[in-house]
């Protein structure tokens, strides 16, 4: 796997947050992007927020439906 570089304004949602930049990364490299040289910061940084949104707001409906009775509950590995 190729490694991308690339930087997160300080402004985006979570932009200090490891474990939210690898998770991008690696979707990132689920599309097959091979560089971000050429994009514009700005897109970057929209792509980055966009993720953030998404996940955080997936991971608020599993728990609702954790809660409502839904979704099962995950079990965490030992």
Same mark, same amino acid.
């Given at each position: 796997?190729?490694?991308?570089?690339?930087?997160?304004?300080?402004?985006?949602?979570?932009?200090?947050?490891?474990?939210?930049?690898?998770?991008?990364?690696?979707?990132?490299?689920?599309?097959?992007?091979?560089?971000?040289?050429?994009?514009?910061?700005?897109? *970057?940084?929209?792509?980055?927020?966009?993720?953030? *949104?998404?996940?955080?707001?997936?991971?608020? *409906?599993?728990?609702?439906?954790?809660?409502?009775?839904?979704?099962?509950?995950?079990?965490?590995?030992?």
């Amino acid at each position: 796997m190729p490694k991308l570089t690339f930087n997160v304004s300080p402004e985006c949602f979570s932009a200090n947050d490891e474990v939210m930049l690898k998770a991008f990364k690696q979707h990132l490299h689920n599309y097959k992007v091979k560089s971000m040289g050429e994009a514009p910061q700005e897109l *970057i940084d929209c792509a980055f927020d966009l993720f953030h *949104i998404t996940r955080t707001q997936s991971e608020s *409906i599993k728990q609702l439906e954790v809660k409502l009775g839904i979704r099962p509950e995950e079990r965490k590995p030992a």
